[in-house]
């Protein structure tokens, strides 16, 4: 399969005659194509591993000798290590799954692209700009951030990193969670309603079971460090004191971190898992061994209980015993699902003809390493043993078993297994030989030997000679060097087999019946053979969808700019937002002309649980779908900031009397005002209903002055307190008030822009009384923000 | 995974209560996990050998969408694995309060340790100060952990004994030292440039020894 890399001519004719490498700039920054932008995150993906190597490669030389050796300095060594955390989890592992499952999630259940193809640019444009922000650290004054991955308060606060690094790393981060939430609802909606007529739940293939409960694990779970991060930026940027204070610091980011932070492991292993298990039915000819128990246990077991048992990273922090013995529990139990997966695949084998080739000896490998990392993982979940070996190797050694071992023999394994689907060429079985064995020979002569060495903090940048510790940091370096060095091999795979030199493939090489070998690899846009869609009425050349959209690459770019130029030059602030608003106003033209459209709408297949209804549009009902799951996400977003307000509250008896701060009677009357525009709105639907279209955008206009009123109002009391001198600073009440109402009211915000284009779309008569779908999908925004309000009002005022 | 020279005998002297009650934990986990490990690798092993294909190049089609669903592995696997993994936590719990507990037997000592960029301090109960941590031999010894800046986490190796040091937080541990010898307290959580630097020692001295260094004035 070449589509994606040999400009054939009709495809430059469908690019309006661009030259060469303009058409070749457009497709990359500009494609919509699931499968480009799966192609897009794995480069991006492997180009941050080389960082993020580079950056072990690094460490590994400074602990390969005791002090006094420093080739690199404390403060480098702790941005080394900090870095290369982030960047390893957050910006190559992740990633690295998303791109399979961009571009095979549609393939495998019969799908011409996911759900929402702009946003889905959109997600992988926000992750590259956002590791770059992060990244930006390293050419800032002070370095980049230094504490840790995990970025622990109160070290991550301005008074011990003064530094702009961690910031950077705060709004990358923000980029980031605002790219994940949009995968992960693409990515579910997709699942959910595009499964091609007969794709039941039953015959939907692992590696898409695998994506989806990876998505739904990020759904939830992000959300809470988002709330973590935005506080630690208010506190970096705006000087309120969520970390600064012993109310709040540590333990609160501890919960907000590892709340996202455990899920974030499982969401790293299991597309691993999924390919692994594509793998081994392939390669032994056997089916998956207890499919149904396998995903029901990862469903219902895992998923759950991964967000139950994070406080396994806090046992020491002094938290109560019994919550302790019950996390230690929880966390054995949740050992069972990852147990039965090696299991299952193992048994799947039963009964089969294995072939040892490429794909099947990284799966198996994988595997292998997993049992390693998931027994040692048991010694952390004891309470007691944990005791000695938190913060120490052995946790290190545990972690980079299941994260570089399984997680990432797992990914070799795919890209080995789908690369002549992506290239149409076989790489070199000789080559991928000696690739599995250095890699698997000297991943283990580098992280072994850190099980022998628990009581070598981790972090460290230095110890002492007189400890034993330096033969066995040597044996790892070594193992380091040789592991990075191996990856050369890898790569010369990849470029040979994209550059189509060697042997070609045949369309199925490995005879899978996996539904995404039998996609018709020739063609460009469709992924099934295919009637490209009418033209939309009004053009009048013929015209064929290009997939392609400036907007998500404008956005981005603008968004990743002003972050930077927020913290290091302002000139690039004033740029990006420019360039920001331009491509927010750009996509809602797009809209308001119908410029992008999906190719087809074919009628939806199997619809569980959500059922179109009659008179929606298929595009319309996957919106529907979309914009609920984007609330359930939302939900535990204010979730995780009502958690962030009792935690402080319970914390803290010193805090000002109701009514001593706030105009209690003023604001109660703000937030009816809030109310009464949803009233307005409600107006509006049901003159929509009838048909009344005058009625209908005259109230639409009535919300839109409502809110706004509601934002104006709320602004005036934020100058107010300013100057009562109840600032950002003014102790955990003032960071607590200003960052809730300031959430808030950036989502009311965002809800009056999506009215104005509501009402710019009403007064250009779009609406029917049976289509006024926009105004629907708008209202049910509208209406849970106006709850989330009316909810947090006496949290903040009243208490 | 240890060196099992750390789990069995101490560097010199015999290890301390704490130590040898967590060598003892540890033994079950690291047998158990051993042998769980190996096991599962010995049935790997097997079936990539037996069912290796012997005969052709192809990989024969692929009818792997077939239905094999069924509950007994996985049953058999939870069962299994849930002895295992009863039978450690066992361990885990039953250990517990003895572990975490401070016995408090008359004699015991209270001291105060708070953690700093980059150094841990001690106050006794007559409020002397110290930078090296100096106990008499056989007294229960109750350490008080609070930072006074960041997060860092005192641990005492030798002793298995080992807690967050939190600012506004107070975390209690407890050890026994049974013999006279030096011992490291070193800092297990990222604090900052310092973090690799923040070292001392807990000195345990005969009886009279201590008796002398507590009443003298002065920081040591």
């Known amino acids: 399969m070449s589509h994606v890399n040999e400009p054939a001519n009709e495809v430059e004719t469908l690019r309006g005659g661009y030259s060469p490498t303009l058409a070749w700039l457009r497709k990359w920054l500009f494609t919509t194509d699931h499968k480009e932008v799966g192609l897009l995150y794995f480069w991006t993906s492997l180009w941050f591993v080389a960082i993020g190597g580079a950056l072990a490669g690094l460490m590994r030389t400074q602990l390969a000798f005791p002090a006094p050796w420093d080739i690199l300095s404390a403060s480098a060594y702790n941005q080394a290590v900090s870095m290369h955390g982030l960047i390893m989890v957050l910006l190559f592992l992740s990633p690295l799954g998303a791109a399979f499952s961009n571009y095979f999630v549609p393939l495998q259940i019969g799908a011409k692209d996911v759900a929402y193809p702009r946003f889905n640019a959109f997600s992988y444009w926000m992750y590259l700009m956002g590791g770059i922000v992060m990244i930006s650290g390293f050419f800032a004054p002070g370095g980049a951030a230094q504490a840790g991955w995990t970025n622990y308060a109160p070290l991550d606060s301005t008074l011990f990193s003064p530094g702009p690094g961690e910031t950077l790393v705060g709004l990358g981060l923000l980029l980031l969670w605002g790219s994940l939430t949009m995968g992960g609802v693409n990515l579910i909606v997709t699942i959910l309603t595009m499964r091609a007529p007969g794709m039941t739940w039953k015959k939907m293939p692992p590696f898409t079971w695998m994506t989806l409960f990876t998505q739904l694990l990020l759904l939830f779970s992000v959300p809470s460090i988002f709330v973590g991060t935005l506080a630690l930026i208010s506190d970096r940027v705006f000087g309120t004191v969520f970390f600064l204070n012993t109310a709040g610091s540590t333990i609160l980011w501890e919960n907000m971190w590892w709340f996202f932070g455990h899920p974030e492991v499982y969401v790293v292993v299991l597309p691993a898992f999924g390919a692994i298990a594509e793998v081994f039915m392939v390669f032994t000819g056997r089916p998956l061994y207890a499919k149904k128990a396998l995903l029901i246990s990862v469903g219902i077991i895992l998923m759950p209980f991964s967000f139950s048992i994070y406080a396994h990273h806090m046992f020491l922090t002094g938290i109560n015993a019994l919550q302790r013995e019950f996390i230690d529990l929880n966390t054995e139990i949740n050992t069972l699902p990852s147990g039965l997966l090696v299991v299952c695949m193992a048994l799947t084998a039963v009964g089969g003809t294995i072939k040892f080739k490429a794909p099947f000896t990284f799966a198996v490998a994988a595997l292998v390493v997993f049992i390693i990392g998931g027994i040692t993982g048991v010694f952390d979940s004891s309470v007691l043993l944990d005791q000695e070996l938190r913060g120490t190797y052995q946790v290190v050694g545990h972690f980079h078993y299941i994260m570089v071992g399984a997680a990432e023999f797992g990914l070799m394994a795919a890209i080995y297994y789908w690369l002549p689907k992506w290239t149409g060429m076989m790489y070199s079985a000789a080559i991928a030989k000696l690739h599995f064995i250095t890699s698997f020979v000297f991943f283990n002569m580098t992280f072994f030997p850190m099980f022998y060495l628990l009581e070598m903090p981790r972090r460290v940048y230095t110890y002492l000679a007189s400890t034993s510790w330096g033969n066995i940091n040597f044996i790892e370096t070594l193992g380091a060097y040789g592991f990075i060095a191996a990856q050369v091999l890898l790569l010369y795979v990849l470029v040979q087999a994209f550059r189509h030199k060697g042997t070609p493939a045949p369309p199925n090489p490995w005879n899978s019946s996996g539904p995404e070998w039998t996609s018709d690899t020739k063609s460009y846009l469709d992924n099934y053979p295919a009637v490209y869609a009418s033209p939309p009425s009004g053009q009048s050349a013929p015209h064929v969808m290009t997939a392609e959209n400036s907007r998500p690459f404008t956005i981005s770019v603008g968004v990743g700019l002003a972050c930077i130029g927020l913290i290091l030059w302002w000139p690039l602030l004033l740029i990006g937002t420019v360039l920001g608003v331009y491509g927010v106003y750009g996509w809602a033209k797009d809209d308001l002309n119908g410029a992008f459209t999906m190719p087809g709408e074919e009628k939806a297949g199997e619809t569980w649980p959500f059922k179109q209804n009659p008179g929606e549009t298929f595009g319309q009902w996957r919106m529907k779908v979309g914009t609920w799951l984007f609330l359930a996400s939302d939900l535990v977003f204010f979730s995780a900031i009502a958690g962030l307000l009792i935690f402080v509250r319970l914390h803290l008896t010193d805090w000002p009397a109701v009514g001593s701060v706030f105009n209690i009677p003023m604001v109660t009357l703000n937030t009816l005002i809030l109310v009464t525009s949803g009233l307005a709105l409600m107006f509006a639907l049901q003159d929509a209903k009838e048909g009344k279209g005058s009625e209908m955008t005259r109230w639409l206009v009535a919300t839109l002055i409502l809110g706004g009123s509601f934002l104006i109002i709320s602004g005036f009391e934020w100058v107010d307190q300013f100057a009562k001198q109840f600032t950002f600073s003014s102790g955990m009440p003032g960071s607590t008030f200003y960052l809730l109402t300031g959430i808030s009211g950036a989502h009311v915000f965002a809800g009056l822009l999506m009215l104005a284009y509501v009402i710019k779309k009403a007064i250009s008569g779009k609406f029917t009384r049976e289509n006024h779908f926009s105004i629907r999908l708008f209202s049910l925004f509208w209406m849970f923000v106006i709850a989330m309000v009316v909810i947090l009002f006496p949290a903040i005022y009243l208490m | ?220």
């Open chain 2, 1 to 220: 995974m240890p060196g099992s020279a750390a789990l069995t005998a101490s560097v010199l002297q015999t290890p301390p209560p704490s130590a040898q009650l967590f060598a003892n934990v540890y033994n079950w986990y690291y047998y158990l996990g051993i042998a769980s490990g190996a096991i599962t690798f010995a049935l790997i092993l097997f079936i990539l050998y037996r069912y290796r294909s012997r005969a052709g190049k192809e990989i024969a089609a692929d009818k792997t969408r077939e239905n094999r669903e069924t509950w007994k592995g996985p049953l058999v696997t939870f069962a299994l694995m849930g002895i295992v993994l009863v039978a450690v936590g066992a361990q885990t719990f039953i250990a517990l309060p003895t572990y975490q507990n401070p016995p408090k037997n008359p004699g015991s000592m209270d001291v105060a340790v708070t953690g700093q960029q980059f150094f841990w301090s001690f106050t006794y109960p007559n409020n002397k100060s110290s930078t090296i941590l100096v106990v008499p031999v056989g007294n229960e010894v109750i350490l008080n952990v609070t930072s006074k800046d960041v997060n860092h986490q005192f641990g005492i190796p030798d002793f298995r004994v080992k807690t967050d040091a939190i600012p506004g937080r107070h975390n209690i541990v407890w050890i026994q030292p049974n013999s006279v010898a030096n011992y490291t307290i070193q800092c297990f959580e990222l604090c900052g440039v310092g973090h690799a630097t923040m070292i001392t020692t807990l000195a345990v001295v005969p009886q009279a020894t201590f008796e002398t260094w507590y009443n003298s004035t002065g920081s040591t």
